[in-house]
């Protein structure tokens, strides 16, 4: 659809479990997010690269470690999650200092 | 910590109805996006209106801003059931590229 994707679409975890989050771009956008959305919580922003350096983490917990190996790809690795991690996280992508940000279908992911 | 807040949370209306969605916010900002998102799916940009603007048309959208007020909102018009979604407002804070959405509208368009 917007040109982004995002793999899994879903996932199970246990609080044990290592996954990781893949999204991919190709609308030739150099920067790119990481969001979580959470029930009954606004859109929080977790991560943003630009030209593949990240240049925003918000606070985000050390068990969600992002890695971007090109301006194309993000990821998102997950390690001894809680169960209030389960949420749809959100990837995007923008041209650095652009207004418009563009997302893909999130993975809806679920610890237990 | 949250930028935009929308009101109503949630709105029911028939299709043909129009549908106003507001959303305030609470500092000086270049620009104002509104987002939709259908059900757990990813969000879709639908506007974009900028400081200096008062008013902005798209198709069946019209958003209104008023910098004085911190407030804008978006009109949908003629609504079908395809519209039905969460709305999102959206403004940029502490720079570049860190874009806050406010909590959203969840609009039910009944047929």
Request: some cysteine.
């Amino acid at each position: 659809e917007t040109g982004v994707t995002q793999t899994p679409r879903h996932l199970v975890m246990g609080m044990t479990n290592k996954k990781s989050l893949k999204c991919e771009q190709h609308l030739g956008h150099n920067a790119m997010y990481w969001y979580k959305q959470s029930a009954k919580k606004p859109l929080e922003l977790m991560f943003v690269y630009n030209f593949k350096e990240q240049t925003e983490n918000n606070s985000v917990p050390s068990r969600f470690s992002p890695e971007c190996p090109n301006s194309s790809h993000l990821f998102l690795h997950l390690h001894t999650l809680q169960p209030e991690d389960s949420a749809l996280y959100l990837c995007a992508s923008s041209q650095a200092r652009a207004e418009t940000q563009y997302f893909g279908p999130g993975t809806r992911l679920l610890v237990l | 910590s949250q930028q935009g807040e929308e009101d109503p949370q949630a709105l029911s209306i028939q299709e043909g109805e129009n549908a106003t969605m507001n959303c305030s916010y609470k500092t000086s900002i270049n620009n104002l996006q509104w987002y939709r998102q259908n059900s757990g799916r990813g969000l879709v940009h639908l506007i974009l209106i900028r400081s200096n603007e008062r008013e902005k048309h798209s198709g069946r959208l019209r958003v209104t801003l008023d910098t004085s007020k911190k407030s804008s909102s978006l009109l949908i018009t003629a609504s079908r059931a395809a519209d039905t979604a969460s709305y999102f407002c959206a403004t940029y804070s502490g720079g570049y590229n860190k874009l806050i959405f406010g909590a959203g509208t969840r609009l039910a368009v009944h047929p």
